[in-house]
Nanobody, 121 residues
Framework: VQLQASGGGLVQAGGSLRLSCAASERTYNNYVMGWFRQAPGKEREFVAA????????YYADSVKGRFAASRDNAKNTVYLQMNSLKPEDTAVYYC???????????????WGQGTQVTVSS
């Protein structure tokens, strides 16, 4: 499965962005999709995950109530709606696909190339 993330950019604090992650194969529909981010000098951290059906979502405490993950299996695409953005949300955001509903990056088998999100204060 190849994943292509897009939608990043520069936004002011308080603004919104929607990230998209398109998968190359319909088998993507069988996978849990995760969003992770990595800021300069920091480890990659979990942001959100959504079950294969879209019925369950999981969020890091730092983004709960501000970010929302969704998926459109007909389009092989997962989304991350990011609202009320803060400067500390600045990072490269990655989408990933895996078989388990976990927050651990190592359990995700397939990764997109990342998209830069920069939030100015």
């Amino acid at each position: 499965v190849q994943l292509q993330a897009s939608g990043g950019g520069l936004v002011q604090a308080g603004g919104s962005l929607r990230l998209s992650c398109a998968a190359s194969e319909r088998t993507y529909n069988n996978y849990v999709m995760g969003w992770f981010r990595q800021a300069p000098g920091k480890e990659r951290e979990f942001v959100a995950a959504i079950s294969s059906s879209g019925g369950r979502t999981y969020y890091a405490d730092s983004v709960k109530g501000r970010f929302a993950a969704s998926r459109d299996n007909a389009k092989n695409t997962v989304y991350l709606q990011m609202n009320s953005l803060k400067p500390e949300d600045t990072a490269v955001y990655y989408c990933a696909a895996g078989p388990f509903e976990t927050v651990t990056p190592d359990t995700y088998a397939y990764w997109g190339q990342g998209t830069q999100v920069t939030v100015s204060s």
